[in-house]
């Protein structure tokens, strides 16, 4: 079935210092994905999306890389600041047409100062 | 701009009693979502609706659980005789419109079934 799982459920990193956050999804066919910041007792915060017909998309101080080939996506965050510890959302969804935004589990970054 | 709205906030309740949560969707947003969040996992889709029409359950629970979104007022989502497992936080986001557009979140209810 269709899933989006992250490889590291925990990320620590140095204050200053660059953040990669990465994803997993199943279905070959999403064409839309979301990455979220969730910060304690919040509700989800967009932060930056890309399409399928593309791989890479910048915004301040975020990049999003998608490999449609190996169906992985990463998030980066340059000179990573307190303020970005969170947990970390990627959602997929499926092609022109659906709707549904399948969430992945999300992985917590903790900024050591 | 305000964003979506959610209320309450927090939201207890005892077991068999009822729970409705409500949730306002930006200005000039007509596509409302809801989800729900477990402790340390990622969100679940519930339901999509649109004013007056329900476009897809598919997430929700077959009983006790219903959604509403009228032609005037906010979208509610009803749990009837709550049990401890209903214990989450539940979010609702909202569209302009289906398919393409960014979902934009609100900060949730937290429900808590003693």
């Known amino acids: 079935g269709e899933s989006v799982g992250l490889h590291l459920p925990t990320l620590s990193v140095q204050e200053g210092d660059n953040s990669i956050i990465n994803c997993a999804y199943s279905n070959s066919a999403s064409d839309y994905f979301i990455w979220y910041k969730q910060e304690s007792g919040k509700g989800p915060q967009f932060i930056i999306d890309?399409?399928?017909?593309?791989d890479k998309r910048q915004g301040q101080r975020v990049t999003v890389l998608l490999n449609k080939t190996v169906k992985h996506l990463s998030l980066q965050i340059a000179a990573t600041q307190p303020g970005d510890s969170a947990v970390y959302f990627c959602a997929e969804k499926g092609p022109s047409g659906t709707y549904k935004y399948i969430f992945g589990t999300g992985t917590r970054l903790k900024v050591l100062a | 701009n305000a964003g979506v709205m959610q209320n309450p906030r927090h939201l207890v309740r005892r077991r068999g009693q009822e729970a409705r949560l409500r949730c306002s969707p930006m200005?000039?947003?007509?596509?409302v979502y809801w989800y729900r969040q477990l402790p340390e996992e990622g969100l679940k889709f519930m339901v999509y609706?649109?004013?007056?029409?329900?476009?897809?359950e598919s997430g929700m629970p077959k009983e006790r659980f219903s959604a509403e979104f009228p032609k005037e007022g906010p979208s509610i989502l009803r749990i009837q005789q709550v049990v401890r497992g209903d214990s989450a936080a539940y979010f609702c986001?909202?569209?302009?419109?289906?398919?393409?557009?960014?979902?934009?979140f609100g900060p949730g209810t937290r429900l808590l079934v003693l």
């Open positions: 986001a909202s569209s302009p419109r289906s398919g393409e557009e960014t979902q934009y």
């Open positions: 200005k000039g947003h007509s596509h």
């Open positions: 890309i399409r399928s017909n593309m």
């Open positions: 609706l649109q004013k007056e029409n329900i476009i897809d």
